[in-house]
């Protein structure tokens, strides 16, 4: 089994096993944060994760969840999709924009 050296903010140096680590992949997806429970004392420890680690935990086995950057719609946005709205063909477009 493959093991994995980390640091716990309170322990120090601690080593885990890939199961005991979770990846959370952000934005393009070669970059994130990983979240583990030490072993030692138990507290849940988050960690960013470069590219280069994001690269040593996938080739590790590591299970890993992509998680999506979502932008909060903007005015323009909204006022775009009430004047779509008010067009005849609102559900045409709509589909045909992939939405
Ligand atoms: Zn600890």
Do not use: N
Not at 6 to 19: A, N, Y
Not at 43 to 71: C, K, M
């Amino acid at each position: 089994m493959t093991t994995i050296r980390t640091t716990c903010s309170r322990c120090g140096d601690v080593e885990l096993s890939t199961k005991d680590i979770s990846l959370e992949l952000t934005g393009a997806g070669d970059e994130g944060t990983y979240r583990f429970s030490c072993p030692t004392c138990t507290t849940t420890q988050q960690r960013p994760a470069s590219h280069r680690v994001v690269s040593i935990l996938l080739a590790t086995g590591v299970a890993y969840e992509v998680v999506l950057d979502t932008l909060p719609i903007t005015e323009s946005e909204i006022g775009r999709f009430v004047a779509m709205l008010d067009q005849d063909d609102w559900f045409g477009r709509l589909v045909a924009s992939g939405g």
